[in-house]
């Protein structure tokens, strides 16, 4: 291919020592105008490429089809009222809703496609009062992390005159009495030097229907300028809490005060020694998920008044399956196990005794619950590779588990199926991987495959239900999801085998997985494509550096790859908890430069055809990472297999991405994969 002409310049940068070159910084200033050429010349190869290809339009309807069927979310109830979000089919954006009873008549609450013509406003927080009248909720343009609160009175569907600004992963709290409440937020741009724009985190209190400008100050803590505080408040409307955090480590505090108090907060937990999550109250006793002493989790009780660690109770000791999440629902613990990566519920009392355990559809992910403590029904949202997502009811007093809303997904399982299987990797770890695919599937070698992976951060893949898989395995091919290492589908302890200098780990398991494949007839290398995004797309970059040879295609979607500088940019300083910092610590600079893709392309390799995906307002992972890992490729690319970039114009790391952008995104990528392996 013709690639743009990528001017290099001469920038060398020591790190401890090692001399690493460095051409392409110039790509990471998006606002010049050098740097807007290059990408406006970039996209333009890659629309030229894509647009040629014979099965886009096909692709595009067919998708279109199997997307456009109306999802719920799970109801969540407030004061009497129910809540829920729903989308027609191809609305780019969720409508929420409001009904006085599971039977009668919706109404809207909030439709945010108003807020923009082509969908790009989204909704970040949706927080009620604990009554269930107001609404405070977040707005995010084109994708942003930033994003402003306004606040809504759900019956006459007025919004107050104020919004909260300089908002970023923030929480918000009620007051229950509806006076206001206590939120988190980051410096106004401009008083903080740029490199603290994401520190320095603070928490207010705002009484509704007053201007930002006179929000009070509630807790900070700047001689520790890393920390971020969300606050909480109990059910029962006494209790204020903080959730401490820094970046994306797992560990974290917990700190608590009165609501109705200006007394100093208690630090109740202040070691950062384990997770600790706050599922409830009884007046003066905290229950408490946590990992310490237990990385696949456990159930503590605190005794507020005699909060030493020699008297805490354990309620729920830790078991063989990981705990993925808990509440309290009609006064018992309803917790969410991970066994083998997929999701079982089981319901106890507050004393610890297993009640029981409900029966799922099939083997599957819960990606939604809700329920109040007092209240007797729970609600989950249900899923799986063949299963559409489902709203359920559980009652309580009926001891039953209904549909509350079938699914109308035009897609039928019937033909297809899902396996899962066990591999091990490099070092002897199993592993296990899910195989969705047409029945009666022959063993030939020569089946294409689309292998899907993440292994970082404690986030886990379970099954869940996609339309890009489905039209890839409608076509003959089999979609594998592969849970590495670096996830917590085992606990904390499958998660730090695959964070700092275990990272390699994360990308021998996906490889190993190729090559489970391969060995056992499902494929060849030539047939494999892999895709991930975020860190996932630090994955498939590094497993394609690594192992060029292993596969036939690879979709790379909003990639971190640059390890020397990634902690510079936005938020990346989060993540020096899972990753490392090269800049400050010599032994962390080995490992990271060892395996960061950008620095271990290799000149006069060949490399499979490769789709390089950003988006220009992303500011989570900025797209210079993916700018500068293309211009390298492209540089070092012996091949004739093509290597593009494709730019999402107003659009930011994912989320809140309208349905109309999703749409003409996976049919390029499913266009691109069907090309190359000359599937129809």
């Not at 743009?4 to 910084?25: S, W």
């Amino acid at each position: 291919m013709n690639f743009p002409t990528t001017r290099r310049d001469e920038t060398i940068e020591d790190y401890h020592g090692t001399r690493v070159a460095d051409p392409y910084r110039w790509l990471e200033d998006e606002k010049s105008a050098q740097t807007q050429s290059w990408v406006e010349q970039q996209h333009a190869l890659a629309r030229a490429y894509l647009d040629k290809l014979p099965d886009l339009e096909q692709i595009r309807a067919r998708y279109i089809e199997l997307y456009n069927y109306p999802k719920f979310s799970a109801p969540l109830k407030r004061g009497g009222r129910y809540y829920f979000s729903r989308n027609s089919g191809l609305q780019n954006q969720s409508v929420l809703y409001m009904q006085s009873s599971l039977e009668s008549d919706e109404r809207v609450v909030l439709d945010p496609n108003s807020l923009s013509t082509d969908g790009t406003v989204s909704l970040t927080n949706q927080v009620f009062s604990h009554d269930g009248t107001l609404l405070a909720y977040g707005t995010s343009n084109s994708g942003s992390d930033w994003q402003e609160i306004h606040i809504r009175q759900v019956d006459s569907g007025v919004d107050f005159n104020e919004v909260i600004h300089w908002c970023k992963f923030s929480g918000i709290a009620w007051k229950h009495d509806n006076s206001g409440f206590f939120y988190n937020r980051l410096p106004e741009p401009g008083t903080v030097a740029e490199e603290d724009q994401s520190k320095f985190s603070k928490v207010y209190w705002h009484a509704i229907n007053t201007p930002q400008s006179e929000d009070q100050l509630i807790f900070e803590r700047p001689e520790a300028k890393e920390l971020s505080f969300t606050p909480s408040i109990t059910d029962d409307g006494k209790y204020l809490f903080l959730t401490v955090w820094n970046g994306t480590e797992p560990r974290n505090r917990l700190y608590y005060r009165e609501v109705e108090s200006s007394t100093p907060f208690v630090r109740l937990l202040d070691e950062a020694d384990a997770s600790y999550d706050l599922i409830g109250n009884d007046g003066p006793i905290f229950y408490i998920q946590t990992n310490l002493n237990a990385p696949k989790g456990r159930i503590i009780a605190i005794d507020s008044a005699n909060p030493v660690r020699e008297n805490w109770r354990e309620l729920i000791a830790e078991q063989d399956d990981v705990i993925a999440f808990a509440q309290i629902v009609n006064q018992q613990f309803v917790i969410a196990y991970m066994h083998d990566a997929h999701h079982e519920i089981k319901l106890y009392s507050k004393d610890g005794s297993l009640q029981q355990q409900l029966a799922l559809p099939t083997l599957g992910s819960i990606i939604d619950l809700s329920g109040e403590p007092d209240g007797d029904e729970l609600f989950i949202t249900f899923t799986s590779f063949l299963f559409p997502s489902t709203v359920f009811r559980y009652d309580f007093v009926c001891n039953t588990l209904y549909p509350l809303r079938q699914s109308q997904a035009s897609f039928d399982p019937a033909g297809y199926e899902t396996t899962q299987v066990f591999y091990t990797s490099k070092d002897g770890t199993r592993v296990p991987m899910f195989l969705t695919h047409k029945k009666g599937l022959a063993l030939d070698g020569n089946n294409p495959v689309l292998m899907y992976g993440y292994g970082g951060f404690d986030i886990s893949l379970t099954p869940t239900f996609g339309v890009t898989p489905l039209v890839w395995i409608e076509h003959g091919g089999i979609y594998a999801v592969a849970n590495l290492r670096g996830g917590s589908e085992y606990g904390e302890q499958w998660h730090e085998a695959g964070m700092l200098e275990k990272k390699q780990n994360v990308f021998d398991d996906f490889i190993s997985a190729a090559e489970w494949l391969v060995e056992n007839n499902y494929t060849q290398p030539s047939r494999i494509s892999i895709m991930g995004g975020s860190n996932g797309g630090l994955l498939v970059a590094a497993c394609l550096v690594q192992r060029p040879d292993l596969y036939g295609a690879v979709i790379c979607r909003v990639p971190v790859i640059d390890m020397l500088r990634y902690h510079r940019f936005t938020v990346g300083r989060y993540w020096i908890g899972e990753y490392g910092d090269a800049e400050h610590n010599p032994e962390q600079f080995a490992f990271l430069y060892a395996y960061s893709p950008l620095h271990n392309v290799r000149p006069g390799t060949a490399y499979p055809p490769t789709l390089i995906m950003t988006a220009d307002t992303d500011d989570r992972v900025v797209p210079a990472h993916a700018r500068k890992f293309a211009a390298t490729l492209q540089a070092a690319h012996a091949g004739e297999s093509p290597i593009l970039l494709r730019v999402e114009m107003k659009a930011g790391h994912g989320m809140g991405k309208p349905t109309a952008k999703i749409i003409e995104e996976e049919a390029d990528i499913l266009a691109f994969l069907f090309h190359t392996f000359h599937m129809s």
